[in-house]
């Protein structure tokens, strides 16, 4: 199971955000995932003045890994070319890296962005 940027913000922050089958499919995962873009993408918005965290990115980001105990799985040649070669569908690139990663490693992403799911991954929300 991998975690979609905005889906691992709403987890630290309790999960109240997140749809019951979303906290259900997390609470049964054996794996939990995130892309490495992931941290930076959330230290971008932080830098951007769109998120407040309640320390260093860095330091936040850490912590709600090893809290949930959720895997960085890192971005590689494989899902950069993966990510590069996807349709057109959505040209965010954090979000496209997050897609090919789901790709590559034949994971479902928990996500609320509607654009995830026309790659043919199978998202949960």
């Given amino acids: 199971m991998i975690l979609d940027t ?28 995130v892309s490495s873009i992931t941290g930076f993408e959330i230290t ?3 830098r951007a003045g769109k998120l407040t965290l309640p320390a ?4 936040w980001f850490r912590e709600i890994l090893r809290h949930h105990d959720v895997q960085v799985i890192p971005v590689g040649l494989d899902i950069a070319l993966t990510a590069a ?3 057109f569908i959505h040209r965010d690139p954090c ?6 990663t789901a790709r590559c490693h ?5 996500t609320a962005d509607s ?4 790659y043919g991954i199978e998202v949960v929300w």
């Fill in 6 to 33: 905005c889906a691992l913000l709403w987890l630290a922050e309790g999960g109240r955000q997140l749809t019951p089958e979303a906290r259900r499919r997390i609470a049964a995962a054996p794996v939990l995932s």
């Fill in 56 to 59: 260093l990115p860095e330091e």
């Fill in 44 to 46: 971008m918005k932080w």
């Fill in 85 to 87: 070669q996807l349709p």
């Fill in 115 to 118: 654009h995830f799911a026309p």
């Fill in 95 to 100: 979000d496209r890296l997050i897609v090919a």
């Fill in 106 to 110: 034949s994971r479902p992403v928990i």
